[in-house]
């Protein structure tokens, strides 16, 4: 196998208390994405042995006016605190902030250019705290039709162009393919565009958001287009699972089997 895998936390297992999921994934093999830490114990987090993939990277703010930058680039400052703590390489971004059913606080329904310029030179500011740290922060696409309407920069061409203007290793994308699929589809050729800027890849099958083989996202075709790249980065599921977890994860390390 030629990536590396990690799994949600927050997505699997969702039975047992938070550390001990954190456990059963570390156990099994993979690494961890965790979402917003101000809502975990750290400590506990630290002391699970995991290695953790990647995390919320903000907790309030907005890439274009003026009071949400100011609240994103300190909230920013504080996750990377967390980040080395949990050793945690990436930490994750939005286009906006958003509530905990996934919808934006202050949804926005036409981008302005003038908000695409703010954008880019906020998150220009944000790759400066990411390179001061050692730390990336990653982009991600999300979908308008399902889960997140009103999110501005929410498709994969957006985020690809923003990371694009930033042109820092310090800013990346965090494609996500469920949201991909939803959003545009014709994911093997937004491989092709997007690989040179990805920090790390999330997957969910299309509908339901679970596990690769329970939707229409043929996910060993996926695998195969990434080895064929030569992608050696992060896998990540952020999906739910269908019925047990552990088949979820099975079914999961199956199709990027390579």
């Not at 030629?2 to 690494?31: I, K, N, Q, Y």
């Not at 917003?36 to 006016?65: C, F, H, I, P």
């Not at 930033?166 to 393919?177: E, K």
């Amino acid at each position: 196998m030629s990536v590396t895998l990690a799994a949600c936390a927050e997505m699997l297992f969702v039975d047992l208390p938070f550390a001990d999921r954190v456990r059963r994934l570390h156990e099994r093999g993979f690494e961890i994405e965790i979402w917003n830490w101000a809502t975990k114990d750290v400590d506990d987090l630290t002391a699970t042995g995991a290695r953790y993939s990647s995390m919320t990277g903000y907790l309030t703010g907005s890439l274009t006016d003026p009071d949400g930058i100011a609240e994103l680039l300190a909230s920013a400052r504080r996750s990377l605190e967390v980040a080395a703590k949990l050793d945690c390489p990436r930490l994750n971004l939005h286009g906006t902030g958003l509530d905990g059913q996934g919808l934006p606080v202050v949804p926005v329904e036409v981008v302005t250019p003038r908000m695409w310029l703010t954008a880019a030179d906020t998150l220009r500011r944000v790759a400066e705290l990411g390179a001061e740290a050692g730390r990336v922060f990653t982009l991600e696409n999300l979908n308008l039709d399902v889960d997140h309407p009103g999110v501005p920069f929410a498709r994969a061409a957006d985020t690809l162009e923003l990371v694009r203007a930033v042109g820092s290793r310090n800013v990346r994308m965090n494609l996500d393919l469920y949201h991909a699929q939803i959003g545009e589809g014709n994911l093997i050729a937004l491989l092709d565009e997007a690989l040179p800027f990805v920090g790390e890849i999330q997957v969910a099958d299309v509908p339901g958001r679970c596990e690769p083989g329970t939707g229409e996202i043929h996910y060993p075709a996926i695998a195969r287009a990434l080895a064929d790249r030569g992608y050696t980065g992060v896998v990540g599921l952020e999906g739910w699972a269908s019925g047990d977890p552990d088949a979820a994860l099975d079914a999961f390390e199956a199709a990027f089997r390579v």
